[in-house]
């Protein structure tokens, strides 16, 4: 899952972060990533799947912020600027895992 949150003065900065995930829909959907968009009180959930799913929060964000949380539910990478996507795939890829789902896609090809 990516979280990315930002404030009304950052609203630009996030939409920007998302559009440029959104860019690389295969490799998130491959990786079954799922991104809420919270800007001020609005979270805005996609998984590629469906239509978005707007969600209210009674949270106070400040700032930019992207986070990475892994299937464990651990936080895996967090920052205050804009990434590109390979930022979060090349992540995933070294994860427990992501790791055991490519050996068994493998096994399945062979």
């Known amino acids: 899952m990516i979280i990315i949150s930002a404030d009304e003065t950052n609203s630009k900065l996030a939409e920007s972060q998302f559009n440029v995930l959104q ?3 295969d490799k998130l959907k ?5 991104i809420y ?3 001020r009180d609005n979270c805005i959930f ?9 969600i209210k929060i009674n949270a106070s964000i400040k700032g930019f912020e992207t986070i990475l949380i892994g299937l464990d539910g651990g936080q895996k990478f967090k920052s205050k600027k804009l990434e590109k996507p390979s930022t ?3 992540l995933i890829e070294t994860m427990p895992m992501r790791q ?7 096994k399945r090809n062979d």
């Not at 996609?46 to 978005?52: I, L, T």
């Not at 055991?100 to 493998?106: C, P, T, V």
């Open 88 to 90: 979060f795939f090349n």
């Open 100 to 106: 055991e789902e490519l050996k068994n896609q493998k």
């Open 23 to 25: 860019a690389e829909r």
């Open 37 to 39: 968009k919270c800007i």
């Open 46 to 54: 996609y998984n590629g799947k469906e239509d978005s799913k707007t």
């Open 30 to 34: 491959d990786r079954k990533i799922v």
